[in-house]
């Protein structure tokens, strides 16, 4: 069975094709940042329009890279929410004509869903029950993975994402969108820092997070402060190490708790680097997984997986659109 994956949540137009026995057969992620990046943010009418531009073009290259035709397809995923409404609807219009034309099903995924499932692409082996920390732009959150489709979340951020926070703070340091890999960049050229950033309900008994009172203090250090290279390395690496020991603090403790070895971690924040290393050394008795990189980020190869798992028990087949912009997962 061969399924294409179709991302368009945010700013990364993400084409997939999964084989059932072989896998993934290729993928493509075209990103807008250079779009976005001047405004620091996505800009959602901006995200739709280039969706639109991009998804038919990037599906001919990538039918072309692994030399299928469309009419070998036997299903299509794509990302039903949450995400921003014009590029979810880009995606959810695209992938329900061309089943239609094709005369196979469309399946709906949900992005969260998948960003926690894209770690057993590769790790063949990995299966639930697990623990999950997805860690995105839009949600940062700790679910209990029982099987392929129940799941029960067990702490969230009460207020902004890990990935928000990064974007946010970097805007302030006069780093560019999006600020996880420019924190990182800058971080690494220190290896200490005179700054001693909270570290917010490392404490507290529950698995719940909270990031915002963080960014409005590190936004008011960054107001104070004649800035340049050295101390913006310094503000960087402890506002990571910050956000980086919480994460940990409370993931670990969840495994602990509830007697599950098996960990996850998933989004485009498990793409950093010091913390798939800190997860690694400070892992004691849980072992920890994390997707390739390339499928940490936004992406259309965990669609299409997510699209395999999800043909197994569900198959609708409506020619309806109904994105979601918030999570059904989560609900
Ligand atoms: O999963 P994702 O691509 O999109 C959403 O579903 O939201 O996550 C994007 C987020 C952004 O906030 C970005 O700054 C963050 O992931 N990110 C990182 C890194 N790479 C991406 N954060 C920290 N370190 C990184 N290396
Ligand atoms: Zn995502």
Same mark, same amino acid.
């Given at each position: 069975?061969?399924?294409?994956?179709?991302?368009?949540?945010?700013?990364?137009?993400?084409?997939?094709?999964?084989?059932?026995?072989?896998?993934?057969?290729?993928?493509?992620?075209?990103?807008?940042?250079?779009?976005?990046?001047?405004?620091? !943010?996505?800009?959602?009418?901006?995200?739709?329009?280039?969706?639109?531009?991009?998804?038919?073009?990037?599906?001919?290259?990538?039918?072309?890279?692994?030399?299928?035709?469309?009419?070998?397809?036997?299903?299509?995923? &794509?990302?039903?929410?949450? !995400?921003?409404?014009?590029?979810?609807?880009?995606?959810?219009?695209?992938?329900?004509?061309?089943?239609?034309?094709?005369?196979?099903?469309?399946?709906?995924?949900?992005?969260?869903?998948?960003?926690?499932?894209?770690?057993?692409?590769?790790?063949?082996?990995?299966?639930?029950? &697990?623990?999950?920390?997805?860690?995105?732009?839009?949600?940062?959150?700790?679910?209990?993975?029982?099987?392929?489709?129940?799941?029960?979340?067990? !702490?969230?951020?009460?207020?902004?994402?890990?990935?928000?926070?990064?974007?946010?703070?970097?805007?302030?340091?006069?780093?560019?969108?999006?600020?996880?890999?420019?924190?990182?960049?800058?971080?690494?050229?220190?290896?200490?820092?005179?700054?001693?950033?909270?570290?917010?309900?490392?404490?507290?008994?529950?698995?719940?997070?909270?990031?915002?009172?963080?960014?409005?203090?590190?936004?008011?250090?960054?107001?104070?402060?004649?800035?340049?290279?050295?101390?913006?390395?310094?503000?960087? &690496?402890?506002?990571?190490?910050?956000?980086?020991?919480?994460?940990?603090?409370?993931?670990?403790?969840?495994?602990?708790?509830?007697?599950?070895?098996?960990?996850?971690?998933?989004?485009?924040?498990?793409?950093?680097?010091?913390?798939?290393?800190?997860?690694?050394?400070?892992?004691?008795?849980?072992?920890?997984?994390?997707?390739?990189?390339?499928?940490?980020?936004?992406?259309?190869?965990?669609?299409?997986?997510?699209?395999?798992?999800?043909?197994?028990?569900?198959?609708?087949?409506?020619?309806?659109?109904?994105?979601?912009?918030?999570?059904?997962?989560?609900?």
């Amino acid at each position: 069975m061969i399924i294409l994956g179709i991302e368009s949540s945010c700013d990364e137009t993400g084409l997939a094709l999964y084989h059932s026995e072989r896998g993934i057969l290729g993928h493509i992620v075209n990103s807008q940042h250079n779009i976005h990046g001047k405004y620091g !943010g996505v800009v959602p009418e901006l995200a739709s329009r280039d969706h639109v531009l991009k998804l038919v073009p990037l599906l001919e290259e990538l039918l072309n890279q692994v030399e299928i035709q469309l009419k070998n397809i036997d299903l299509i995923a &794509f990302t039903n929410g949450p !995400g921003l409404l014009g590029p979810l609807l880009t995606g959810a219009s695209f992938a329900k004509s061309l089943a239609w034309s094709l005369n196979i099903k469309a399946i709906e995924i949900d992005h969260l869903e998948a960003h926690i499932f894209s770690a057993m692409i590769s790790e063949k082996n990995l299966k639930p029950p &697990f623990i999950s920390l997805l860690v995105s732009g839009g949600h940062t959150m700790l679910s209990l993975i029982k099987n392929n489709t129940q799941h029960e979340i067990i !702490g969230k951020t009460l207020d902004d994402s890990a990935g928000e926070v990064f974007d946010k703070v970097a805007r302030h340091l006069g780093l560019s969108y999006p600020g996880g890999p420019e924190i990182s960049k800058m971080s690494e050229k220190t290896k200490s820092s005179s700054y001693n950033f909270p570290r917010p309900m490392i404490n507290t008994k529950c698995y719940n997070f909270s990031f915002s009172g963080l960014k409005t203090h590190v936004t008011q250090v960054i107001n104070k402060t004649e800035l340049n290279s050295e101390i913006i390395s310094e503000i960087a &690496f402890d506002f990571e190490n910050s956000i980086i020991d919480v994460l940990i603090s409370k993931t670990l403790k969840a495994s602990k708790n509830l007697k599950i070895k098996n960990i996850v971690v998933a989004g485009g924040v498990s793409a950093n680097k010091k913390l798939r290393e800190r997860f690694d050394k400070e892992k004691s008795d849980s072992i920890v997984y994390f997707p390739d990189l390339e499928f940490s980020t936004d992406n259309g190869a965990m669609i299409a997986y997510m699209g395999w798992l999800k043909s197994k028990v569900d198959l609708t087949n409506s020619l309806e659109i109904t994105p979601h912009p918030s999570s059904r997962f989560i609900s």
